[in-house]
């Protein structure tokens, strides 16, 4: 008789795909949904404060290229390791995916601890040159202060929950995302308002929400009954397994810090050419695009392992029905989305700030902005594809491809000739031609990867 945990693995490779994409994503969704409240919250109640809200945004706003960077260290571990310990189980090499978890155990502490020291060095030059004026700098400051405390509790939680959902427990993984985001709701009104700390009083709740996040998520995987269990043996440097974990996630590591960059580069032009208000703009663009992308990734995340764990155990037959139907709901879900925000944009700039000035620049600028977001949700499909099927290679060209080759010169190259408005031109064209390259690469290579008796299946 198959124990729980052999009954979720055997789902993997026996439940029809629908149903099972639906089960394995729904839970990822909604933990994606919850986990982005956190700055989505913050920043609704920020917006509002009495007398700062517009300079308070913009402050906590240039905050974000060093909590995207991060965020950018857990996806190493999480997005780099748990696909591999995915396959590892999907070949019954239990001690091979332990092992794995073990040494992204080792990863993320001592990431922790380097990135803690160097930014508390450099915080504040960083956001002066980040855009950050007089006016908003206290606010940055303050901020980032706080909320560079939870370091370790970032990095922990989102770093390991992927191992969660690795096991086939996605509903255990919207836990661990829950319980923080719940309580994050509940404190941040009382920490801004009630005990009038402003900007400071989001910082707190939020380290004590992550916290608690990070505690759900060890006790999980501390659990000896567990698919995969953190082993104190293997919280350490394994050369081998930390080269096959940072092969695999430079790619997301590389698709999330350089969100990093991209906020600084063109938080940067804003400031130069437009001024603090146009900044504001874009952190209110930011927050809809985290508001639309977070469901999608939820739905990948969820979705990825059905593509590794069939890999692994070589049956193309689901990993082909899987990869299709991720690919063909990303692109419609990002395309409905993006068609709301270009037709409203009014509407979605309301929920952070109740200044005219600044919802008016908004409904001018973004569906400009969020154009080339019609055509992305191929690459948002394609890209996890890849990343499941362990391509680094391919995955980590096309993460460099849009925004380092594409988006970064642009944002510095088109103001030259069209002013603020080139730093907002620069997403779309990068959009377009990013989305129709991985598509390429895509059709291309899918097949070779797929090496099978079946042949003549066609991707």
């Known amino acids: 008789m198959l124990s729980k945990e052999e009954e979720r693995q055997q789902r993997l490779a026996t439940v029809p795909i629908g149903k099972l994409m639906i089960s394995m994503a729904v839970p990822g969704i909604f933990a994606q949904i919850i986990n982005i409240l956190y700055s989505i919250v913050d920043r609704v109640y920020i917006g509002h404060i009495p007398g700062a809200s517009a300079n308070a945004l913009t402050g906590v706003g240039l905050t974000f290229p060093i909590i995207i960077l991060v965020t950018a260290f ?3 571990v999480g997005a780099g390791g748990a696909p591999l310990s995915a396959i590892a189980l999907g070949k019954q090499d239990r001690e091979g995916a332990e092992k794995i978890l073990g040494t992204g155990v080792f990863l993320l502490i001592g990431f922790s601890i380097a990135l803690m020291a160097v930014f508390y060095a450099v915080k504040e030059p960083l956001l002066r040159a980040f855009g950050a004026s007089d ?11 706080i909320y560079l405390l939870g ?24 836990l661990s995302v829950g319980i923080g985001a719940v309580l994050n709701l509940t404190l941040d009104p009382i920490m801004i308002f009630v005990f009038d700390l402003g900007v400071k009083g989001a910082a707190i709740a939020t380290v004590i929400s992550q916290t608690a996040s990070a505690i759900w998520v060890l006790r999980t995987l501390l659990n000896q009954k567990g698919t995969l269990t953190i082993k104190v043996k293997y919280v350490k440097p394994d050369l081998s397994v930390i080269k096959q974990i940072v092969a695999l996630g430079i790619s997301p590591f ?15 032009g804003l400031a130069t ?16 695009m985290q508001m639309m992308s977070a469901p999608m990734n939820g739905f990948t995340q969820g979705v990825q392992p059905i593509i590794s764990y069939n890999y692994g155990a070589k049956d193309y037959k689901r990993v082909r029905s899987t990869y299709k139907r991720m690919i063909g709901a ?7 989305f993006t068609s709301l925000t270009m037709l409203f944009p009014e509407l979605f700039a309301g929920v952070f700030t109740n200044e005219q000035e600044l919802i008016a620049l908004v409904g ?4 400009v902005f969020m154009m080339g977001m019609l055509v992305f949700g191929l690459q948002t499909g394609i890209q996890p594809t890849f990343v499941a099927l362990g391509q680094a290679k391919i995955s980590l060209f096309i993460a460099v491809l849009r925004k380092l080759i594409l988006l970064i010169p642009l944002a510095l190259i088109l103001p030259l000739g069209f002013g603020v408005m080139g730093v907002y031109y620069a997403e779309p064209i990068s959009d377009v031609l990013s989305a129709t390259t991985a598509t390429i690469l895509f059709l291309m290579n899918i097949n070779k990867i797929l090496a099978s008796d079946e042949a003549t299946i066609q991707a």
């Open 273 to 288: 050419y437009g001024g603090d208000l146009y900044v504001g703009s874009f952190t209110i663009i930011q927050s809809i």
């Open 135 to 145: 006016a908003t700098i206290v606010y940055a400051d303050s901020y980032l202060s």
């Open 330 to 336: 990303t692109f419609i879900y990002t395309g409905l």
């Open 74 to 76: 857990a996806m190493i």
């Open 254 to 268: 590389i698709m999330t810090s350089t969100e990093s960059l991209i906020s600084i580069v063109i938080n940067h």
């Open 151 to 174: 370091t370790l509790s970032v990095l922990l939680y989102m770093g390991l929950n992927q191992y969660i959902i690795a096991q086939g427990k996605p509903i255990v993984a919207m």
């Open 364 to 367: 001018k600028v973004m569906p």
